[in-house]
């Protein structure tokens, strides 16, 4: 598969696997609603935010959605017909990297660009993701009227790239079926089945048994299908099907025979379509509204409706599926993913997220009304959380920072036993669970009781028979092993030392 060059690729390579682990500190004055809600707002730079997530939600989002800097000249300060593409990608690489490891196997990433970036952006897409799981670009026509003043041509449309983790296990949720479409059926002859629409019987496609005559109930001879196409069933299915009332002749009984559809045996749904039109999802004008209505000024380039996030997250979600935005913005993927009851994880840096995106989910779970709100029924509820990103893990030399607690590292050693994530809600034991028919265990922060040598960090003899019993190969972490080599193959325990055999660093 030919790769995308540019400066400094090789070091991007390998940017995602040298960040730093960092905790995620929950600040109480700036959450919301519900104690206990599962939805995250993260101020921070979002490479370290994913990286810090990942311990605990690798493999869990069912959809992601992300509006990165479209790199129109005002992204980065020095602006370079070169080098500005190169810090573009730069920025992208690592964090496409975090966000395909954070995706569910049956999840998908919807990402919005324009033509500055978007064939660039593919290139790399395929990379990371594997050019077998691209989906399709969906085009959203954003402007409602031509730019008047645009040098050449006015450009209405932004790209919407959407990737499977694995194409196999992904499909869409089909797009419900409107009045308009349900007007097409009809049921004149009063049929118990219920509106049905008539069916072309003849086709252009080759069928060896589709050339018979056909009698009307008038006694009209049909000598066959119009010239150049077949009947679609063979006489007998064509019989069966008219014993059966499925055939509408007409009122006379002498038209050409069409096989009825009924509307209660159609999909009851509609394949989605990759052109959204602005009637549809809304367009740029209808996000600026939204935005200056919530804050009063419009404050943001580029906002995006609430209705085209309520379609990605339609199409992509179901109801308590977890959502994630690495470039949150104005808040408007945790908005809409909060009003139509998914859980979601809303990451933003710098000042936005105090100042714009809190306050609007504040008014969210508040009862807010702008937006979707009235057509999804929102009144109100849930909560978030609110976190900051804290200190590394490890030190510089790679040693485990003093106010690491047990809960922390568990997360990561489980995650770098396992490549799973370690549920918040674990419980906190030296027994960190079973995967694959091995257990594993954490002797940290005296875990067992300060009155153990070292705090219960050493694995002893005494300490191993107090351990939580598990039948199988095990995996025990700790500071020390008074245990001679002999004994511990002879036990079935391989011994790890904290902090240097701890791979997720």
Same mark, same amino acid.
């Not at 940290?444 to 351990?467: A, C, P």
């Given at each position: ?43 921070? /730079? ?35 017909? &070169? ?9 992208? @690489?690592? =964090?496409?990297?975090?966000? =395909? ?5 049956? #999840? ?20 990371? *993701? ?30 919407? *790239?959407? @990737? ?12 419900? !079926?409107?009045?308009?479409? &349900? ?9 118990? =089945? ?14 060896? +048994? ?19 196409? @077949? ?5 007998? +299915? ?11 002749? #007409? ?59 309520? =379609? ?12 994630? /935005? ?23 840096? #710098? /000042? ?7 306050? !609007? ?43 690491? !607690? ?8 489980? *995650? ?14 030296? *027994? ?12 940290? &922060? ?56 701890? +791979?997720?660093?």
């Amino acid at each position: 598969m030919p790769l995308l060059s540019w400066f400094n690729r090789d070091e991007d390579l390998t940017r995602a696997a040298r960040v730093k682990y960092r905790l995620l500190e929950p600040v109480a004055s700036l959450s919301h609603g519900e104690p206990d809600s599962p939805n995250m707002l993260i101020e921070g /730079d979002n490479l370290d935010a994913l990286k810090a997530l990942l311990p605990y939600y690798a493999g869990q989002v069912k959809c992601i959605f992300i509006d990165p800097p479209y790199n129109t000249g005002s992204a980065f300060e020095h602006y370079d017909d &070169n080098i500005e593409h190169s810090q573009w990608l730069s920025m992208m @690489y690592p =964090r496409l990297e975090l966000l =395909r490891e954070l995706l569910s196997q049956d #999840g998908s990433i919807w990402i919005t660009l324009d033509d500055n970036e978007a064939h660039y952006f593919k290139v790399i897409c395929d990379e990371v *993701f594997g050019r077998k799981n691209f989906i399709t670009t969906a085009l959203w026509r954003k402007n409602y009227a031509p730019k008047s003043t645009a040098k050449h041509l006015s450009v209405d449309h932004d790209h919407i *790239f959407i @990737y499977a983790k694995d194409e196999a296990e992904w499909q869409p949720n089909l797009m419900p !079926r409107t009045e308009k479409q &349900n007007k097409a059926y009809k049921n004149v002859d009063n049929d118990p =089945r219920g509106p049905w629409r008539p069916n072309n019987l003849a086709a252009r496609n080759f069928y060896s +048994k589709g050339t018979y005559p056909i009698t009307c109930p008038s006694g009209r001879v049909i000598t066959g299908p119009p010239k150049g196409s @077949y009947w679609r069933v063979s006489e007998e +299915k064509f019989r069966a099907l008219d014993a059966d009332g499925r055939i509408w002749w #007409g009122q006379n009984g002498n038209n050409v025979p069409a096989p009825k559809i009924f509307l209660t045996e159609v999909k009851q749904g509609v394949t989605p379509q990759t052109w959204w039109s602005y009637e549809e999802v809304g367009h740029t004008q209808d996000a600026k509204k939204e935005i200056v209505t919530l804050f009063g000024d419009d404050v943001f380039g580029t906002p995006k409706p609430e209705r085209l996030l309520e =379609r990605i997250l339609h199409l992509a979600t179901n109801s308590g599926d977890l959502v994630l /935005d690495s470039f949150l913005g104005s808040g408007t993927t945790a908005a809409v993913a909060h009003k139509m009851g998914r859980r979601w994880i809303g990451i933003e840096m #710098g /000042d936005h997220a105090r100042t714009h995106c809190q306050p !609007r989910l504040v008014k969210v779970v508040n009862g807010e009304q702008g937006g979707i709100s009235e057509a999804v029924g929102w009144a109100g509820g849930g909560g978030f959380r609110f976190f900051k990103l804290g200190k590394p893990v490890f030190d510089e030399d790679g040693h485990i920072d003093d106010s690491i !607690r047990f809960e922390h590292l568990a997360a990561h050693v489980w *995650f770098a036993e396992t490549g799973t994530p370690r549920s918040t809600r674990a419980k906190k034991e030296p *027994f960190l669970g079973d995967h694959g028919g091995v257990g594993y265990y954490l002797l940290f &922060n005296g875990i067992l009781g300060d009155e153990r040598k070292s705090g219960g960090n050493v694995l002893t003899r005494r300490m191993l028979r107090s351990l939580p019993k598990f039948d199988g190969p095990k995996v025990i972490y700790g500071e020390a092993c008074d245990l001679p080599a002999e004994q511990l193959c002879e036990l079935g325990v391989t011994f790890r030392q904290t902090p240097y055999d701890i +791979k997720a660093r």
